[in-house]
Structure formats: C-alpha cells, structure tokens
C-alpha cells in the first residue's frame, strides 16, 4: 500500500511538473509573439479600426507601428497577422523565410474573381502557382517577349499622345485645352494592356474596337477594380461568407460571368483566326497561351479557367500600377515646376525637338528614372503588400510566429522611414542621382524601396509596369507644356482603397510643344 501511494504521488509530482512546464512554455511563446495592437473585438478582431479611420490603411498601420514597434499583431476577423514596418524585418521574410511565406491565404476575392485561386497571384505556393507563373512570364512578361511585343505597346502610347493633340486640334489649335491627366492615363495604360493581352482598344474619346461592346467592357472592369479592393467579413470569419452583407459576393459572381462572356468571344475569334491562318495581326497573349495550352495541362483546372483567370488578373495588377504612379508622378510634378523644368530639359537634350523620345532613350535620362523611383518611394500603388501566409513556425525579428500567421507589409511605412530617407516626406528625386541611391533600384533587392515586393512572390510585372510608365510620362513632359487649372497646389489627397489611388482629378491646360508632323 506504502509503495502504491509512493507511486501515485510520484504521478502526481510529474504531472503537477509537466502542466507547470506547459504553463511556463506558453507564457514564453506569449511573451516572444509580437504585440497585439490594442481595440480588438470579438470575432471580428481589428476590423473596425481599420474601417472606422478616415485615412488609408497603410497610415493607421503606420501609426500602431509608431505606437507598437517595427512588428505588431492585428486580427483581421480570426485571422492572425503581423505586421511588419521596418526594412530589415522585410529584408529578414523575404531571404530567411521567403519560402516559408510563399504561400497565400485564402480570400473571398481569390475564391470568386479569381476563379477558385486559378489566378496565380492568388494561388497557393506549389507546382501549379510555378507553373502558371511560369507560363505567364515566358509569353508576357519576359525580357525577350518584351522586346517581341515592343511595338505594340509603344504604339498605343503614340496613339493616345496624338489624341492630346487631336483634343487640342479640335479645341480651336488657338488656346491651351483643359484635360483630366488622371483619366487619360486611365484610358492610356488600359488600351496599352488591353492591346497586348488580346488585340483590342477600348477606351479613349476615338477609334475604339466596337463601342457597344467597349461600353460593357468598360463597366465590367469598373466593377472588377471596385470588388477587387473591398475588405468584406467572409474574409475574417468565412463561416459567415453565406451571409454576403452589401450582396458583393453576389456582384462578384455576375462581374466575372460577365467578363468571362466577353473573354469568351475573344478566344472563339483567336481560335478562328489560327484555324483560317490569319498571320496579318501581331500575336497576342491569348494566342501565346493558345499556343501554350497545347503542349502544358494543368491538372487542378481547365484550360479556359486558367486563361481567363490570370487574363483577368494581369489586367488589373498591369494597369492599377502604372495608372496610378503616372497620376502621382505628373500631380507631384506640377507642385515643383522647376522639377518638372529639369526633367523636360533633360529629355530635350538628349531627344531634341525633332523626334519622339523612344524606349532606348530611357536608359539615358537619369533625372526621369528619379523621378520614377521617387513617386513609387512616396506613393506605391499597393502600399501594403498582397497577404503571406506561414507555413512553419518561425521567428521574425526575434518573434514567435505560429504556422498559418499571414504576413502583411506595410511598403507605404518602410519607404518613409526617416532611419533610411532624409526628409522622408518630401518629393526630392535628386535624391537618386547622389553617389549613395544611384544603385538603388525597384528589383527587390533594396528593402527600403520595394514598391513591387521581393522574393518569390514579387509582381513579376515590375518591367513591364516600369517601360510603360518612362516612356510615357517622358512623351507628355516631351510633347506638351502642362499648366495647372487650379490656382494653389495639386490636391494629393488620397483615396481610401487597397490601392493607392489619387483621389481628385489632375486637370491641366496642355499645349504642343513639338512640330505637328510629330502628332501624325
């Protein structure tokens, strides 16, 4: 009896011993996770702070940043994330871990525009995100596809410049013509990357490719910009997803019906043309992923899925970027005319005033790829970057971070750092061009300017983006003198969004300044 009740409380010392070890370890690994900012609900977590603030996301995010360090934790509904504001915590996920945050959550954006994560930008880390990725880049985005398709986006930049001019023309030719700079650029970066992907212009005041349909187009995407950018509550609690407050799952689902019957037309015309041996249009990227399709399957999903998908995809991420930083670059440049003053002088003394600034003329004005870099510095169009999501414990500057954490970076805060940037606030292109940025480049690999990410999942776009964006604020500051409507400074007030859109008007008065012959 004396040896059984000796063994009973030998039990009981170790259990006794292990619960306090367990108690121990959990109070460490609390004790080691990041700070949790303070204001959470239940169930919906820190939703309401950040819908409540009239301000942009990424500047509440800065301020519990200023409050709670360079890593803090907010629930988005049940959903744990960190948030990470400093550049070497950056630098540290997408190196260390950079493949242990390759993967994405799961999104009610993802699940219905992007066709149950067959858009690869929102697809899981694995063979199919590889080889759509792949797929994607080899017939698009790379440096020799770039080169093949050269032409064709250069072509839509000459062809909305003439239509300044032809505004201008129409206008009288004897007076400056008012223009909304945002909208053009909207219209401009649309048919550039409507034009590559399938062949069509839809947008513009002239000689667009069948205006009923254009018109259907031009809603369809309105729309799919809008849902794409909408926080909803399936995306914190998505047990709750069959409630669809604000019906937007519902708009979801009709917008890409609607979409896919368009894209569908599109495919059945690239289909006919290959089978009736039309060479006289320039390939496209419908029929670069008809040729692909033939020789790659894709398991998860059927051919047309994928196509449509990342179709849709590539519109919205290739156009929300480069419309974006043109309408900040020119609305910054139009507050600093004598910025404005450097950079045309540059392009007039290496183009003259007897062409057209081209492509290969980029790589020679400095000043303007400043200018660039300094706008996505200020302003990136994503300020925050698409979620990561854990797959492994780890630790992030030195914090517990459990698997199925998701990861958000708040690019908008780490390129305003003043431990990186003097007067982190001011539009100072000069900056780049001093001994200590001249190398700073927009690949990733600068971690306090990364406006297009790093690491694995970086927009692969960034070139394509960029090409887009010199060549054509060089041909406006070129081609016309700009002189602002308003009598004060540019409004920079900023919208609301997932993106960083600006939220008034840039209305200007334009003039050529350049022969007419170069309007033709």
Same mark, same amino acid.
């Given at each position: 009896?004396?040896?059984?009740?000796?063994?009973?409380?030998?039990?009981?010392?170790? #259990?006794?011993?292990?619960?306090?070890?367990? @108690? @121990? /370890?959990?109070?460490?690994?609390?004790?080691?996770?990041?700070? $949790?900012? #303070?204001?959470? /609900?239940?169930?919906?977590?820190?939703?309401?702070?950040?819908?409540?603030?009239?301000?942009?996301?990424?500047?509440?995010?800065?301020?519990?940043?200023?409050?709670?360090?360079?890593?803090?934790?907010?629930?988005?509904?049940?959903?744990?994330?960190?948030?990470?504001?400093?550049?070497?915590?950056?630098?540290?996920?997408?190196? =260390?871990?950079?493949?242990?945050?390759?993967?994405?959550?799961? =999104?009610?954006?993802?699940?219905?525009?992007?066709?149950? %994560?067959?858009?690869?930008?929102?697809?899981?880390?694995?063979?199919?995100?590889?080889?759509?990725?792949?797929?994607?880049?080899?017939?698009?985005?790379?440096?020799?596809?770039?080169?093949?398709?050269?032409?064709?986006?250069?072509?839509?930049?000459?062809?909305?410049?003439?239509?300044?001019?032809?505004?201008?023309?129409?206008?009288? *030719?004897?007076?400056?013509?008012?223009?909304?700079?945002?909208?053009?650029?909207?219209?401009?970066?649309?048919?550039?990357?409507?034009?590559?992907?399938?062949?069509?212009?839809?947008?513009?005041?002239?000689?667009? &490719?069948?205006?009923?349909?254009?018109?259907?187009?031009?809603?369809?995407?309105?729309?799919?910009? %809008?849902?794409?950018?909408?926080?909803?509550?399936?995306? *914190?609690?998505?047990?709750?997803?069959?409630?669809?407050?604000?019906?937007?799952?519902?708009?979801?689902?009709?917008?890409?019906?609607?979409? &896919?019957?368009?894209?569908?037309? /599109?495919?059945?015309?690239?289909?006919?043309?290959?089978?009736?041996? +039309?060479?006289?249009?320039?390939?496209?990227?419908?029929? *670069?992923?008809? !040729?692909?399709?033939?020789?790659?399957?894709?398991?998860?999903?059927?051919?047309?899925?994928?196509?449509?998908?990342?179709?849709?995809?590539?519109?919205?991420?290739?156009?929300?970027?480069?419309?974006?930083?043109?309408?900040?670059?020119?609305?910054?440049?139009?507050?600093?005319?004598?910025?404005?003053?450097?950079?045309? *002088?540059?392009?007039?003394? $290496?183009?003259?005033?007897?062409?057209?600034?081209?492509?290969? +003329?980029?790589?020679?004005?400095?000043?303007?790829?400043?200018?660039?870099?300094?706008?996505?510095?200020?302003?990136?169009?994503?300020?925050?970057?698409?979620?990561?999501?854990?797959?492994?414990?780890? %630790?992030?500057?030195? %914090?517990?971070?459990?698997?199925?954490?998701?990861?958000?970076?708040?690019?908008?805060?780490?390129?305003?750092?003043?431990?990186?940037?003097?007067?982190?606030?001011?539009?100072?292109?000069?900056?780049?061009?001093?001994?200590?940025?001249?190398?700073?480049?927009?690949?990733?690999?600068?971690?306090?300017?990364?406006?297009?990410?790093?690491?694995?999942?970086?927009?692969?776009?960034?070139?394509?983006?960029?090409?887009?964006?010199?060549?054509?604020?060089?041909?406006?500051?070129?081609?016309?003198?700009?002189?602002?409507?308003?009598?004060?400074?540019?409004?920079?007030?900023?919208?609301?969004?997932? =993106?960083?859109?600006?939220? !008034?008007?840039?209305?200007?008065?334009?003039?050529?300044?350049?022969?007419?012959?170069?309007?033709?």
């Amino acid at each position: 009896m004396e040896s059984q009740a000796m063994l009973q409380a030998g039990f009981g010392l170790v #259990a006794i011993a292990v619960l306090s070890l367990m @108690v @121990v /370890w959990k109070r460490k690994r609390a004790a080691l996770m990041a700070p $949790q900012a #303070a204001g959470r /609900w239940p169930l919906i977590g820190h939703m309401p702070l950040l819908a409540w603030k009239r301000q942009p996301i990424m500047r509440t995010l800065g301020a519990l940043a200023d409050k709670y360090g360079s890593a803090f934790t907010i629930w988005i509904g049940v959903h744990r994330t960190m948030v990470i504001s400093t550049s070497d915590l950056a630098m540290e996920c997408f190196t =260390t871990h950079d493949k242990i945050l390759a993967t994405r959550p799961k =999104t009610t954006a993802g699940k219905y525009q992007g066709s149950d %994560y067959a858009l690869f930008a929102f697809s899981a880390y694995g063979n199919y995100w590889r080889d759509v990725r792949k797929t994607v880049v080899s017939n698009l985005l790379s440096s020799q596809q770039l080169e093949a398709i050269k032409n064709v986006r250069v072509g839509e930049i000459d062809f909305c410049v003439k239509d300044l001019h032809r505004r201008w023309t129409e206008n009288g *030719a004897a007076a400056p013509v008012k223009v909304d700079m945002k909208d053009f650029f909207n219209d401009l970066v649309l048919n550039n990357i409507a034009k590559v992907l399938c062949g069509k212009r839809y947008f513009g005041t002239a000689n667009v &490719d069948d205006a009923k349909e254009a018109e259907k187009f031009h809603t369809v995407i309105r729309r799919l910009f %809008y849902l794409g950018g909408l926080i909803l509550l399936s995306d *914190a609690v998505p047990h709750l997803e069959w409630i669809d407050l604000g019906g937007h799952i519902a708009a979801m689902k009709k917008n890409v019906e609607e979409l &896919d019957e368009i894209l569908s037309s /599109w495919v059945e015309e690239h289909k006919q043309r290959r089978l009736a041996g +039309d060479k006289t249009r320039t390939p496209d990227f419908i029929d *670069a992923m008809l !040729t692909a399709r033939e020789t790659i399957q894709f398991p998860d999903y059927d051919q047309d899925t994928v196509l449509k998908a990342n179709f849709r995809g590539i519109l919205l991420a290739g156009s929300d970027t480069t419309f974006i930083t043109l309408t900040w670059a020119l609305s910054l440049l139009l507050n600093a005319p004598e910025k404005l003053q450097r950079a045309r *002088a540059e392009i007039d003394g $290496q183009v003259g005033k007897d062409r057209n600034v081209d492509l290969s +003329d980029v790589k020679n004005l400095p000043y303007l790829q400043a200018i660039v870099k300094e706008t996505l510095r200020l302003y990136p169009a994503a300020p925050l970057s698409v979620l990561h999501q854990a797959t492994e414990d780890c %630790y992030i500057g030195g %914090y517990y971070v459990p698997v199925g954490t998701r990861i958000l970076t708040n690019l908008w805060k780490i390129q305003r750092d003043p431990r990186n940037w003097d007067e982190p606030d001011a539009f100072r292109p000069e900056r780049f061009l001093a001994e200590d940025r001249a190398n700073v480049d927009l690949k990733g690999k600068h971690f306090e300017l990364i406006p297009f990410g790093s690491g694995r999942r970086m927009c692969p776009g960034a070139s394509f983006a960029l090409e887009v964006v010199h060549l054509t604020l060089a041909r406006v500051l070129h081609g016309f003198d700009l002189a602002k409507c308003c009598k004060g400074p540019v409004d920079l007030t900023e919208g609301l969004g997932v =993106t960083l859109l600006k939220e !008034t008007p840039v209305e200007v008065f334009l003039n050529p300044r350049l022969p007419s012959e170069l309007y033709k």
